[in-house]
């Protein structure tokens, strides 16, 4: 049948008609565009403050709509506290989204400005829900760090997520993901806007607090390569 996806019959703006009208009668929709200039500095806000075990990545895989890495998060190995949030929200997985060039990808918006990518680590709630299924379900549920990704230097610790992406050419094509540190993949200011949104796909759940990174990260474009040795 036909499913949800990124095309012109079935992007976004056929979502709310395709199961999902929270798309389009929702209060709390996300991505946004954020302008800066009405962000107010709030002195109640924290620092955010990570601890991740590497020991509990497990998997990457090929969502159909994205590169994903699981987490083990039966117990509170890879833990986000801190910011807004209230208590600890145990990471789950971390995902990608990008776009067919360089100028677009990104979901959020910053000031008009879009970015080449933007990297999701989706946190839940584990103090006051049982399971993610039903943290999904929660106005405070989840807690998603999104960073920015941008073309130019090399980024090592996104290297081995591009290694791995040659066995993960097909849908739900999956393979083991070990001893992967996710703070790899942050810049060093942890410097945030955060708001109350939504999952950006469906269901399109209004249970994320938003927790989106000033700074960008770089990629490498997937077609620069130079050959050691010759300058
Ligand atoms: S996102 O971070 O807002 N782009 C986002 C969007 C959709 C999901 C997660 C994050 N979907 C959920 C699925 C669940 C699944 C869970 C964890 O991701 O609805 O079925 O268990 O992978
Ligand atoms: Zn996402």
Same mark, same amino acid.
């Given at each position: 049948g036909c499913s949800w996806g990124y095309g012109p019959k079935n992007g976004p703006d056929h979502w709310h008609e395709m199961g999902f009208p929270i798309a389009k009668e929702g209060a709390r929709q996300s991505p946004i565009e954020i302008k800066s200039q009405e962000a107010k500095y709030d002195c109640n806000l924290k620092p955010l403050n990570l601890s991740y075990d590497p020991?509990? =990545?497990?998997?990457?895989? *090929? #969502?159909g709509v994205s590169i994903q890495v699981d987490f083990d998060d039966c117990s509170d190995r890879?833990?986000? !506290?801190?910011? @807004?949030?209230?208590?600890? &929200?145990?990471?789950?997985?971390? /995902?990608? /989204?990008?776009g067919a060039c360089d100028g677009h990808g990104s979901e959020h918006v910053i000031d008009?400005? *879009?970015?080449?990518?933007? +990297? /999701? %680590?989706?946190?839940? *709630?584990? $103090?006051? &829900? =049982?399971?993610?299924?039903?943290?999904?379900?929660?106005?405070?549920?989840?807690?998603?760090?999104a960073v920015f990704l941008k073309v130019c230097d090399s980024n090592p610790a996104l290297q081995k997520i591009v290694c791995s992406l040659e066995c993960l050419k097909s849908k739900d094509s999956k393979s083991e993901f070990k001893d992967f540190s996710p703070c790899s993949l942050l810049p060093s200011c942890l410097q945030y806007y955060t &708001?109350?949104?939504? %999952? !950006? #796909?469906?269901?399109?759940? $209004? =249970?994320v607090i938003w927790l989106v990174l000033k700074e960008p990260v770089t990629k490498q @474009? +997937?077609?620069? &390569?130079?050959?050691?040795? =010759?300058s």
């Open positions: 020991a509990s =990545s497990k998997s990457i895989s *090929n #969502t890879s833990v986000l !506290t801190g910011g @807004p949030l209230c208590g600890k &929200y145990r990471l789950r997985q971390f /995902h990608f /989204h990008w008009g400005k *879009n970015f080449a990518g933007e +990297l /999701h %680590l989706v946190h839940w *709630n584990a $103090e006051k &829900y =049982s399971c993610f299924g039903d943290a999904v379900k929660a106005p405070d549920g989840l807690a998603v760090i &708001y109350l949104g939504s %999952l !950006t #796909t469906p269901p399109l759940c $209004e =249970s @474009p +997937l077609d620069c &390569y130079r050959i050691p040795g =010759s």
